[in-house]
């Protein structure tokens, strides 16, 4: 039985296959250069992706909140880090994880590092975040002042361990010269490592964003990178020219509901509770929140003629549709949308279906009210 | 113990009171013009939510999914419609549910209309949704080809029982004047009524949107209204006039994780993955991801001067924070975050936290694989 005979209703696809390569490809990248990957779950949020990662020789992983973290406690990773300025008011529950899973997590101010000093039943490795320059969260490079700060505290603490400093470059996603950033991370974390490996010998540096860790070659001595994105990638990345479309490994599948022929639409159901609002501006100023895939018993294929959602609403999506597709199409198929920002929609989505019509679990898809 | 002590991450607040106020005063609109409320529980998606609106009289729902039909059904609705052009994939799940609970759908083509009346195994209601004008989806008003076709296709089958005419005024969300609206919706469902109710005779009409319910007084004889957002509102509804920033009944608790005094900036846990992305655009050009309002043991208070999220990612949210909330505000403080759309940011955070401390259940806090 074909995998699309599960689907009645929009269903994010997986092609295990895409998603391995890319795996395989980011771990190959990192031991050329002597880095360790490390990457980022907040995009697949699975074990059975985490399973897969394991085969490239991944042992640590990175998540984006404690609720995630708890989801791959157990499940045989070396060290969890939460990729996020650490949230006061998760202590408990980070104590609670902290007692059978090797946690790290990240620390911009001397109040939080005070209260973990304070409150911590077990050890607990930390980076500090260093702001990669587009004011998001971190420590400014040049404020050593808050670094030693942060530093002493921990220093009173037998629990807070200092593993080194985080940098991720988010704004590398919107960047006309993704090299520069790169290589403004490369100095930042070499100028503080040089600085406070006389005191810390252990200390490591890590940078993360998607677009460096797919376009640049050479890391400049970083010690680990941790990119997120990259398991999937998306139309985004593509444009950006991390990855082609070929290397899309998920694909929204969605029941054709309406055709109009006259204004060469196809009405879709598929919106933003699936694929969530992220948006591409086509060259011509039309919108763009997914491009049309063809599915077949193997996955799917890249048209030679685009087509693409024009717009979405909660349940909704309308294509603008090609002459060929438009051809091609009935009411009651389903076609595949590629999408801008697969981070999001695997969020909105829950789970995968394989193409072997098997389900692939989501951390979210696990309902726990309050973490 | 207060409800605030139930929370450590991002939390969606429900006011009970609020939620009540709004559903009462739509109810008495509807009454005064002899009308049947019908609300969209494509908001709230909540039985308890569902409980109240019983106190006011309603007796109807209209859901955006067989999945989210299929969670309502069994809860004592006299009628469960389904508000998007039926999905030819889901006629299964259609029978297996019309067997115990009356359902309503849409139907827009003469290709889903043949396969119900080939394949349904139960009675199930149908409206003809008609194209407001903003082409989304829906026959066009003066299409009576295609609408004597639907029903013509209907009338071959005994379990398709034609119910009336639905439009949803979705632009008027965008509209200068949606009196204008208004006008046009009132007189496409009159005359599709005047010319179809000599056939039937009791066919209905019913228009959807939540700015023409808040804002109009006069419906000109339509029978039905099935406004939804109107029972949470949000800051998109109060920016149009649909209602007060007091009258949203939602807000977003976030836990504060940074503050920048310099750049007077409080960084939050709070991103895209709890408000969705939508975002207002402020006077100055800058943009609003939700508005901050102070929290105590009996609700929030939206302060005298504003402060708002200037800017979101996965997690993080970024508020750029007035003279009063920065001297207010310490780290591992909670903040209240009045969403921008608020059906969204429910679909996001999958359960309300009642201010009596309780769990309030949402449609999509209920993890059902495939429907």
């Not at 390569?21 to 990248?29: F, T, Y």
Request: aromatic share 8%.
């Amino acid at each position: 039985m074909s995998y699309l005979q599960h689907i009645t209703s929009p269903t994010l696809l997986i092609d295990e296959k895409i998603c391995r390569a890319n795996l395989h490809r980011m771990a190959q990248k990192a031991a050329r250069n002597g880095m360790e990957l490390i990457p980022h779950f907040k995009t697949g949020q699975s074990k059975a992706i985490g399973a897969w990662a394991k085969e490239y020789g991944i042992k640590e992983i990175t998540v984006s909140s404690i609720k995630m973290a708890a989801y791959f406690c157990g499940n045989g990773w070396e060290t969890i880090h939460i990729a996020f300025p650490f949230n006061p008011l998760q202590i408990r529950k980070l104590n609670e994880l902290s007692q059978n899973q090797k946690i790290s997590i990240q620390l911009v101010n001397s109040e939080v590092t005070q209260l973990l000093a304070k409150k911590l039943s077990s050890t607990v490795g930390f980076f500090i975040e260093i702001d990669a320059g587009y004011g998001r969260t971190g420590v400014a490079v040049s404020d050593f002042g808050k670094i030693e700060e942060i530093l002493r505290i921990s220093q009173t603490s037998e629990h807070l361990q200092f593993r080194g400093f985080y940098i991720h470059a988010g704004h590398s996603y919107y960047a006309k010269d993704v090299a520069a950033i790169h290589e403004q991370n490369i100095a930042a974390l070499n100028m503080l490592k040089d600085k406070y490996s006389t005191e810390f010998p252990n200390l490591v540096t890590r940078t993360g964003d998607t677009p460096t860790c797919s376009m640049m070659e050479d890391f400049g001595g970083i010690d680990q990178m941790g990119p997120g994105n990259f398991v999937f990638y998306d139309l985004t990345q593509a444009g950006i020219g991390s990855c082609t479309k070929a290397d899309i490994a998920v694909a929204l599948a969605v029941p054709v509901v309406d055709i109009n022929p006259e204004k060469r639409t196809i009405l879709i159901h598929g919106g933003r509770v699936h694929l969530a609002k992220d948006v591409l501006i086509e060259p011509n100023g039309e919108k763009n929140f997914g491009e049309v895939v063809m599915l077949s018993e193997n996955g799917w294929d890249i048209p030679e003629s685009r087509s693409f959602v024009k717009s979405i609403s909660q349940e909704h999506g309308i294509i603008q549709a090609s002459e060929e597709l438009l051809q091609k199409t009935h009411v009651g198929d389903l076609l595949g949308i590629l999408p801008v920002h697969s981070c999001m929609t695997a969020d909105c989505m829950k789970a995968y279906l394989s193409l072997n019509g098997e389900w692939i679990d989501h951390a979210e898809g696990l309902v726990t009210f309050n973490l």
